[in-house]
């Protein structure tokens, strides 16, 4: 893990701001800062950090750790091996009641869980299908009956499970999933059916070959009225591993990644279970047939249900940011030290993380992972303050659902563009499946997926900001109205004339130093991005205001044709929310060197955010064209000075070799550039090194 670059010397307290002037140490620091790594590598395993460094020594031994090349039969046992030893050590029931073993400690058990992908991808997917979701579901949907009945066998995997949701026909869009679950008076059971080939189960880990049971979504439908989607306890194998009379499915096969993992599907011919099997916290049915709720609106019922299995988009979060730090430890490590090109000495060859667009492809990516980082263990805490009852209204869960949705599509798309760059970074050693990022990258894939479409939860974020722009006007009375239709008018007015960047331009008088000054403070980096999500919503919400009173397929068009304006506004809004989490952990960063470094990194993350839409700010006129431009010269210097911290940056991170098992990052490289430069040193001092052909003819 060691680099070849020398680390700054310890700081001195800044007595002012940045202030780019001159060719003094940074900011009127008379040395570099420098990073308590420690200190900051505490602060970044977050709320429950004991639990992730126990989770870590977990994933660190041999036998816990995914070997490449295995088959996909040999990688299935493997995994499900592996997950003995995760119920025999308790390390995944955190979250289940005391009384049966557990924690009652929602937070803590995802903080563990996550920690897993770098184990092995597969192994936490699986866990989480059998713990997460299948046991979730029983935990979050049944009752006390069930919880003494079937959760024992599912904590120590007597019991290995499903979790039968999703349809071949049905993904996303749980509501119209076709499987039916008919209650039958006669016998007081429910008949479960799939009525058509789209109706079938499908992708469900665990279905293929270790299952024995399943947690299924089906529609109840009782007396000939459909209340919706519910959940049903359904034994779907015997004691020798076959299927129960009137249950079939096949092997997924195959996928492109995730191979350590069982996927099958699943389909059902008039099954019959006992009416006790439903899973009723949220709906019943008494024996003639009557359903009860104590939620009385079906959506809301719907969304309720689906809400307390929140927990696999937390964990895909959270497993998705650990991937890409660890894909970022390998990459900067190895940048550090493989050299190449002899740009600037007629001898050495450079080390690739001294060239600028090295750094450019790197240390952004290494921001926006701190951001989701730090987003992350906020996210944790307001999980597990719902679900420990701490925060448990209704308002309390939309929100976290909400977060949900937003955070956990940033997460997965930008672990996919992480691990695809750092491979490139890395060069023909980070094809190589030893080195991990390859491995990890196709493991990752379907993340983008798992949980919600990222594109379709995004949606749902955008509603949600439709719905609470709509509510801050719907008592409001004409003169309050009147006001803001002025203020809007006048804001556009402002913006859109051109005032608000001549405004700039007088204010910079022509200085870069004066563009950049305004762009590095804090006030000034939240109100581009939050002026960015609020007119967004503004503009989409004015254009679907005539939706309330179109017919439905009208309607339905309008909103299709702005739907993906509704996307960029959600991921704006979620980026947002990464950009004031990260503000708020520097607020908590007491260390004068770390403090200043993480404030460039921040720095970094927010101004990227501004340059990656740039059209939309000079177009909006919310930047003048100097301040545009300096966004970009600041970022480059942005860059050059996080540059020497790199390696602490990532090293804060806390992954060992045993964690990262990627010989590139294990100072190999280092070694064979030594070799190397020691064998061309000698060869010169011998006076036996031939002439170069162009020094020969001279």
């Not at 073993?101 to 992908?117: K, Q, R, S, T, W």
């Not at 939309?616 to 545009?628: D, Q, V």
Request: with cysteine.
């Amino acid at each position: 893990m060691a680099d070849t670059i020398q680390r700054p010397t310890p700081t001195t307290v800044p007595s002012k701001p940045d202030t780019d002037t001159g060719p003094v140490a940074l900011d009127g620091v008379t040395t570099p800062p420098r990073i308590n790594v420690a200190t900051l590598g505490r602060q970044l395993l977050g709320t429950w950090a004991d639990v992730r460094i126990a989770a870590r020594e977990l994933s660190a031994r041999p036998d816990m750790q995914g070997i490449p090349g295995l088959s996909m039969a040999e990688h299935r046992t493997r995994v499900f091996g592996q997950l003995k030893v995760l119920a025999d050590n308790g390390h995944v029931l955190r979250a289940f009641p005391t009384y049966l073993g557990g924690a009652d400690d929602h937070g803590g058990n995802i903080a563990g869980f996550e920690e897993l992908v770098i184990a092995d991808p597969s192994l936490q997917i699986k866990g989480g299908v059998q713990w997460g979701l299948f046991g979730a579901a029983v935990l979050h949907l049944g009752t006390t009956v069930h919880h003494d009945k079937y959760l024992p066998d599912i904590m120590n995997l007597t019991v290995p499970g499903a979790f039968a949701m999703t349809e071949i026909g049905h993904g996303s869009d749980v509501a119209s999933i076709g499987t039916t679950a008919t209650f039958d008076p006669e016998t007081d059971e429910f008949v479960i059916h799939t009525p058509f080939r789209a109706a079938w189960k499908d992708y469900l880990g665990n279905a293929a070959k270790d299952g024995i049971a399943a947690v299924l979504f089906a529609k109840l439908i009782t007396q000939g009225v459909n209340h919706g989607v519910h959940a049903f306890y359904l034994p779907i194998r015997d004691e020798t591993g076959a299927f129960l009379p009137g249950i079939g499915g096949e092997d997924d096969g195959l996928k492109g990644g995730l191979n350590g993992i069982d996927n099958g599907r699943l389909h059902f011919d008039h099954v019959r279970i006992p009416r006790e099997n439903l899973l009723n916290r949220y709906g019943d049915v008494t024996a003639d047939g009557t359903y009860t709720s104590s939620i009385s609106s079906p959506g809301r019922r719907f969304f309720t249900m689906l809400g307390t299995l929140v927990q696999g988009r937390v964990s895909l979060d959270g497993a998705a940011t650990a991937a890409s730090a660890l894909a970022l430890t390998i990459a900067v490590t190895y940048g550090n030290q493989r050299r190449q090109f002899t740009a600037g000495s007629p001898v050495d060859e450079e080390v690739i993380l001294d060239y600028q667009r090295h750094q450019r492809r790197l240390l952004p990516r290494l921001a926006t992972t701190y951001a989701q980082t730090f987003a992350h263990d906020e996210f944790l805490v307001k999980f597990d303050d719902v679900f420990s009852g701490k925060a448990d209204t209704d308002a309390d869960r939309q929100d976290l659902e909400t977060l949900a949705a937003a955070l956990k599509p940033l997460s997965t798309w930008h672990a996919l563009d992480t691990l695809q760059e750092a491979r490139e970074a890395c060069g023909g050693a980070g094809f190589m499946a030893a080195n991990r990022l390859v491995g990890l990258r196709a493991d990752l894939d379907v993340y983008a997926t798992f949980e919600g479409d990222n594109n379709v939860l995004l949606q749902l974020v955008a509603k949600r900001l439709l719905t609470d722009y709509s509510r801050k006007f719907a008592k409001a009375d004409a003169g309050a109205l009147a006001r803001y239709v002025v203020q809007q008018a006048a804001g556009r007015a402002y913006s859109g004339s051109g005032l608000r960047s001549l405004g700039q331009l007088m204010t910079d008088r022509g200085s870069t130093a004066r563009s950049v000054g305004a762009l590095r403070d804090t006030e000034v980096q939240r109100e581009l991005l939050t002026d960015r999500v609020e007119t967004m919503i503004a503009d989409v919400a004015g254009k679907l205001r005539a939706a309330t009173k179109l017919p439905k397929k009208e309607a339905a068009d309008l909103f299709n044709a702005h739907q993906n304006e509704l996307i960029e506004a959600a991921r704006a809004h979620a980026e947002l929310l990464q950009w004031e989490s990260f503000t708020r952990a520097l607020e908590k960063t007491d260390d004068a060197g770390t403090k200043q470094v993480l404030t460039w990194l921040r720095n970094l993350f927010g101004l990227g955010l501004v340059e990656k839409n740039l059209a939309w700010y000079l177009i909006n006129g919310r930047l003048s064209a100097k301040r545009a431009q300096a966004v970009t010269a600041y970022i480059d210097r942005l860059i050059a000075r996080i540059r020497p911290h790199a390696q602490d940056l990532v090293d804060a991170f806390g992954y060992t070799q045993d964690h990262l098992r990627a010989p590139i990052a294990s100072g190999i490289e280092r070694e064979r550039q030594n070799e190397a430069r020691e064998y061309y040193a000698d060869l010169r001092a011998s006076g036996h090194a031939p002439r170069e052909e162009k020094a020969s003819k001279k």
